[in-house]
């Protein structure tokens, strides 16, 4: 008779710190490239948001969120300086969205390689379209037809 054992995949959890504060980074940073003028580097802020929610500050969470981040975007939008195409136009924009869909996707329990999001980010900055095609095949598709198989297996 095999031995089989149980494996019990624990999925991240929308309130963990990890994922909080890869959105919190992601979209902060989303706005630095856009021209927005932040007092710290997009991943000290976050990260000292992160720390506070996790410590359950929640005044002292509407205090680094207004002088820290809602100040510096409402100067940017009124020097003109933050606008639409600013911040859509910025491949380092379009890196911050994939890393919030594939932390979103962690959610759910897909998780692709360790390694494998660095090397999309980087393929995109050197908008090496032949990289990213074979990563797809290579590595993509085939952790996307693992997670499905896992998945019908456990219900």
């Given at each position: 008779m095999a031995n089989v054992t149980n494996k019990q995949k624990k999925l991240f959890d929308a309130g963990s710190p990890?994922?909080?504060?890869?959105?919190?980074?992601?979209?902060l940073a989303m706005f630095a490239w856009s021209g927005v003028e932040f007092p710290a580097k997009p991943a000290e802020i976050a990260g000292e948001i992160t720390t506070?929610?996790?410590?359950?500050?929640?005044?002292a969470i509407i205090g680094v969120i207004v002088a820290s981040v809602a100040f510096?975007?409402?100067n940017a939008y009124k020097k003109k300086a933050l606008t639409f195409d600013g911040l859509f136009k910025s491949t380092l924009t379009w890196i911050s969205l994939g890393n919030i869909l594939f932390a979103g996707l962690a959610l759910t329990g897909f998780l692709l390689p360790e390694g494998?999001?660095?090397q999309i980010v980087y393929a995109v900055e050197a908008k090496d379209w032949t990289t990213i095609i074979s990563?797809?095949?290579?590595?993509i598709v085939p952790a996307v037809v693992r997670f499905i198989k896992d998945k019908k297996q456990t219900t």
């Open positions: 990890g994922f909080l504060y890869t959105v919190t980074v992601s979209v506070l929610l996790s410590g359950g500050g929640f005044y510096p975007i409402w494998t999001v660095e990563m797809l095949i290579t590595t």
